[in-house]
């Protein structure tokens, strides 16, 4: 057996005796089976004693078939390091090999930091067994696997997960995810404006498509900080945002990280004509949240129930922003009144 940069290898010289009583214990029942079919081959009455030589015994060795195939999840030890990987004892004709690449998910600077020698780990054949018997193992691969399936966990159970942004493009920032590479679009981030800024930053962002087959990990971090968001709100809660955009049907509010919708029939007890009379973008703004839809992240605001009469916010609407707060108080009274 040769090490991968074709110089022979101490390993591939010498044999443990852990690895010597491992092969006679696999092949034992192939070498019973030998000897057996070589004594019944003699006649009943021949009384000549059959042989076994250690050749035979190393043909039944060859011809042992340990059955290691690419993708299957072999448990092994380190048994020494090479300048590019290291040679793991699981039980084979020969000794497996792990490149240093496939040693971990992340870049591995000390083997035996990853595997220590002597220590009991898993690994997952990436190559089948060559001329020598030897197959090439992978830690990072086995690791990467476990991850996908904690990631599918984490989006079916719709958790969000913190991540950190390692670089950026045109359309969005790559994030590490536990290892893996992940994509946020600008369309799903908080903060879009500048996006270099956030290079280094640990964003909260929740699952839009896991897929491991295509190597694919796309998340938002607008649907995690809003997810957060509507945790912490409630009907009836008193909200201070701005509005961020004017629409013929309502009024878009942000507050906290989140978007709420005051629509035309919630801004006033009276008929609206136009909302832009009333409202311009960047304008300060307090409203109730009268209906929450976590499923969806909509909040529905509205403002005419903080009015004492009909009209009063188009005639008095900052009278009615500067009473908000005692508003508010009043109106989830009459609401609590109402339901008993």
Do not use: C
Request: aromatic letters at 6%; zero cysteines.
């Amino acid at each position: 057996m040769k090490s991968p940069d074709g110089k022979p290898s101490v390993a591939s010289e010498r044999d443990t005796l852990e690895q010597v009583v491992l092969r006679i214990i696999a092949s034992v029942h192939l070498i019973i089976f030998t000897v057996q079919s070589h004594m019944t081959s003699k006649s009943p009455r021949s009384q000549a004693t059959p042989s076994f030589s250690m050749d035979d015994f190393a043909r039944a060795l060859e011809q042992h078939d340990y059955g290691f195939q690419s993708g299957q999840v072999v448990r092994g030890k380190v048994f020494n390091y090479e300048a590019n990987g290291a040679y793991v004892d699981i039980g084979g004709k020969s000794l497996a090999f792990v490149p240093t690449e496939e040693a971990a998910l992340r870049r591995v600077t000390d083997l035996s930091a990853v595997l220590p020698l002597n220590e009991e780990q898993e690994f997952v054949i990436i190559r089948d067994q060559d001329a020598d018997g030897q197959v090439t193992l992978s830690r990072r691969r086995l690791e990467m696997n476990r991850i996908w399936e904690e990631v599918a966990d984490l989006q079916n159970s719709s958790q969000s997960v913190q991540v950190r942004v390692t670089g950026t493009n045109k359309g969005g920032v790559t994030v590490d995810v536990r290892g893996l590479r992940g994509f946020i679009p600008r369309s799903h981030l908080v903060e879009r404006n500048d996006l270099e800024a956030l290079k280094g930053q640990t964003l909260t962002a929740s699952f839009l498509e896991v897929d491991p087959n295509r190597n694919k990990l796309i998340l938002s971090n607008r649907m995690a900080t809003r997810a957060a968001s509507m945790s912490n709100l409630e009907v009836g809660q008193l909200i201070e945002g701005k509005v961020t955009s004017i629409k013929p049907f309502g009024v878009f509010v942000d507050f906290s990280g989140t978007t709420g919708l005051l629509h035309i029939n919630q801004v006033s007890n009276r008929f609206i004509e136009s909302l832009p009379s009333l409202f311009e973008v960047g304008q300060p703004i307090q409203a109730m949240i009268v209906d929450l839809d976590a499923t969806q992240g909509r909040v529905s605001l509205s403002t005419k129930v903080l009015e004492n009469h009909p009209g009063e916010m188009v005639e008095q609407m900052a009278t009615v922003m500067a009473e908000a707060e005692a508003r508010a108080e009043k109106a989830n009274k009459k609401r609590e009144r109402d339901r008993a």
